[in-house]
Every structure is written in structure tokens, then in C-alpha cells.
């Protein structure tokens, strides 16, 4: 069982940005591919971003590539996403999200078990 706590949101400013931290408990969380996913009002949820077990490769939806930057640290049982130069477009939940892959594609929101309850990042213009 892995239990998913997201912080780091807030309201930022255009251009701005923001860290998001996922912290992971359970005994697990290395053998985990791990996802960022955002919602906005009246919209599905959208992939943001993944990251393989050992952070060997990462993935990201086009809207924020060379934007966003997934990473972990197994040792701290933690995902991050550093997000720069934010968009009004940007703002949404954003839910950190694990799973043991292999599925779905990983872009696909039934790849992953476990969800946070998600943090919300508002960027305003």
C-alpha cells in the first residue's frame, strides 16, 4: 500500500514559479512508476508528467515540455515537479499519482493505483 501527500501549490504570477513535492509512505515507493496529472474546472484530467523507477527517463505532455522537470528521490520516498515560466494555462489540481506500470499507456490515468489528493496551483496574469 502506498499513501501519496502532495504540497507546494499556491498562486504565482505569470512567468513565475513553483515546486511541487509528492511524499510517498510505504515500503514500496522504488518500485514505482510515478505521474503528475492536472485538472482544471470542467476539463478531464490531463498527464503532466512521469517518471520511470530509478528516474532513468521522463516523459511530459507537449504543453509543458521545456517547462516542467519531474524528478525523485527514492532515499526520501519523493517525487518532485519544478515547474518554470508558468502559464494561466498551467492553472489546475495537480495529483501526484504511482503505480506498478505496464497496463496502460502512461499517459493514461489507469496506469497508476495510487493518488494524492491534490494540491492546487493558480497562476494568475
Known amino acids: 500500500q502506498v499513501q501519496l501527500v502532495e504540497s507546494g501549490g499556491g498562486l504565482v504570477q505569470v512567468g513565475g514559479s513553483l515546486r511541487l513535492s509528492c511524499a510517498a509512505s510505504?515500503?514500496?515507493?522504488?518500485?514505482?512508476?510515478t505521474g503528475w496529472f492536472r485538472q482544471a474546472p470542467g476539463k478531464e484530467r490531463e498527464f503532466v508528467a512521469r517518471?520511470?523507477?530509478?528516474?532513468?527517463?521522463?516523459d511530459y505532455a507537449d504543453s509543458v515540455k521545456g517547462r516542467f522537470t519531474i524528478s525523485r528521490d527514492n532515499a526520501k520516498n519523493t517525487v518532485y515537479l519544478q515547474m518554470n515560466s508558468l502559464k494561466s494555462e498551467d492553472t489546475a489540481a495537480y495529483y501526484c499519482?504511482?503505480?506498478?506500470?505496464?497496463?496502460?499507456?502512461?499517459?493514461?490515468?489507469?496506469?497508476?493505483?495510487?493518488w494524492g489528493q491534490g494540491t492546487q496551483v493558480t497562476v494568475s496574469s
Open positions: 517518471i520511470t523507477r530509478t528516474g532513468s527517463s521522463t
Open positions: 510505504g515500503r514500496s515507493f522504488s518500485s514505482y512508476v
Open positions: 499519482a504511482a503505480g506498478p506500470g505496464g497496463r496502460y499507456w502512461y499517459t493514461d490515468h489507469r496506469e497508476y493505483d495510487y
